[in-house]
């Protein structure tokens, strides 16, 4: 080495570790400046309200995202996630209409009506891991395939038309918050303090809403199950080799049938969060949430060929998308200019993915 300067090796090392970092690193600064840009050009960005519209914004996203974690991880992908949400959410309301119309008390209504459409959701995706893992079905096809029946299905059970008449109930908790603050006079949880004039009504600022903390509970168990269990360790294992998971002794099949499941749950669960939200059931509730699902777990450094990435990259890719969406409505511009910047984020970390060094991979 050269006196008063570093080797070329060293050198070497110090730009590839510069690479490392910043394939690692780079959606969590993506992140920051998205918030930066919105917050210079856009109006009380920061404000409790666009807050919350942004976390009311990623709960679906959230939600589809993270069960397709699951089956990305293993190197396939599931198209259906959206219609699936749909026929959920048109099977949550249809129970719901109908136990009300049968005389049941709202609020049993309302659970026997999540209840029926969280087991009944589990069926595409029972039957997407059969084809996939029994019939050798391509992923791609198999879960297309779902993508037209569970959509032909939702619209034959709502006769295609939203069902509404749903128990009002339903409306309270999709709308309602944890919290609700009267500054400098009141807090309370889950309804706006009592014995308050309509002017302090008008004052008071909702905290977190009931349908993002009950989409974070459900991320949060799946999350700790992929990164802390056998289960988990053996979804990294069929994404890094199926030969080398089946030679470990890993039941391949069995574990796929699982994996498509859950997707298929997190997607019944997003469809009773919009019948909630709404107080409707629709059946193309979720239609446009599917590719921002798997953008997101891209975008937060999942890599297509299976074996690499988290719940966490999912959840910050699932935020960047929330924040875009809500910054582009901040600054008044049309909503469906996202599709172009989603776009190009997506194919971004597609890049990354592929030119930075292994290291990077699966470090989000």
């Not at 026929?87 to 309301?93: D, G, K, P, T």
């Not at 498509?260 to 446009?288: E, H, K, N």
């Not at 910054?327 to 890049?351: Q, S």
């Amino acid at each position: 080495m050269s006196a008063g300067g570093a080797s070329p090796s060293s050198q070497n090392l110090l730009r590839n570790r510069r690479a490392v970092n910043l394939g690692r690193y780079w959606v969590y600064l993506f992140f920051l400046g998205e918030l930066i840009i919105f917050s210079i050009l856009g109006t009380n960005f920061f404000s409790a309200q666009n807050l919350q519209n942004i976390l009311v914004a990623s709960t679906t996203i959230l939600l589809l995202a993270a069960g397709e974690t699951f089956v990305i991880l293993t190197g396939g992908i599931d198209l259906s996630v959206g219609f699936v949400m749909g026929l959920s959410c048109v099977i949550c309301a249809k129970i719901m209409v109908t136990l009300q119309a049968l005389g049941l008390p709202g609020s049993v209504a309302i659970l026997l009506g999540i209840a029926g459409c969280l087991l009944i959701g589990l069926l595409p995706g029972l039957l997407n891991g059969f084809l996939i893992a029994k019939l050798r079905v391509p992923p791609f096809i198999a879960t297309f395939g779902m993508y037209g029946i569970a959509y032909g299905l939702a619209e034959i059970i709502s006769n295609n038309v939203p069902i509404s008449g749903l128990p009002p109930q339903a409306g309270f908790v999709g709308n309602g918050y944890l919290l609700y603050y009267l500054p400098g006079k009141a807090l309370s949880w889950f309804s706006p303090p009592q014995g308050i004039s309509r002017q302090e009504i008008r004052q008071v600022v909702p905290l977190f809403p009931n349908v993002f903390l009950l989409a974070i509970i459900a991320v949060a168990i799946f999350g700790f199950i992929l990164a802390r269990t056998q289960f988990g360790q053996h979804t990294y294992a069929i994404g890094g080799s199926v030969d080398a998971a089946r030679r470990a002794g890993i039941l391949v099949d069995r574990h796929l049938i699982k994996v498509y499941m859950i997707s298929s749950f997190f997607a019944a669960l997003g469809g009773v969060m919009f019948t909630l939200r709404y107080v409707t059931g629709r059946a193309d509730a979720g239609s446009a949430r599917m590719l921002d699902a798997i953008a997101a777990v891209v975008i937060g450094g999942a890599s297509l060929y299976g074996g690499t990435g988290t719940m966490i990259g999912s959840i910050i890719g699932t935020l960047i998308i929330g924040v875009l969406e809500t910054g582009m409505v901040n600054l008044g511009l049309p909503t469906y200019n996202k599709y172009v910047y989603v776009g190009i984020i997506l194919i971004m970390a597609v890049l990354i993915d592929q030119f930075f060094p292994e290291e990077t991979k699966g470090e989000v």
